[in-house]
């Protein structure tokens, strides 16, 4: 099993959730009270969140993703590149 991890801020959690369905993953959140998972074959992903504050910035802060994949190699390594593509996109 490998894995690998990621911080992510500013994307929508129901963003995240769209694009691990685009890369394969089941159907299937499960959410917990600070984040949730989603599985696919050969791998898994699961993240907690929490509000970023930005210093100078009085809208609240942005919501901060901290995202632990694992899986075997030869899934996650084709997964997280392609989930890290989606990701920086920004949903545009």
């Not at 959410?31 to 970023?52: C, F, L, N």
């Amino acid at each position: 099993m490998s894995e690998r991890s990621v911080g992510l801020r500013g994307l929508p959690e129901w963003l995240i959730r769209k694009y691990l369905a685009e890369l394969g993953a089941g159907e299937e959140f499960t959410p917990s009270d600070d984040g949730g998972s989603m599985a696919g074959p050969e791998w898994s992903v699961a993240w907690t969140r929490r509000k970023a504050e930005l210093p100078g910035w009085f809208g609240g802060g942005l919501t901060e993703f901290a995202m632990s994949f694992k899986g075997t190699e030869e899934a996650l390594g084709p997964l997280f590149d392609a989930f890290m593509a989606k990701a920086q996109r920004g949903g545009g």
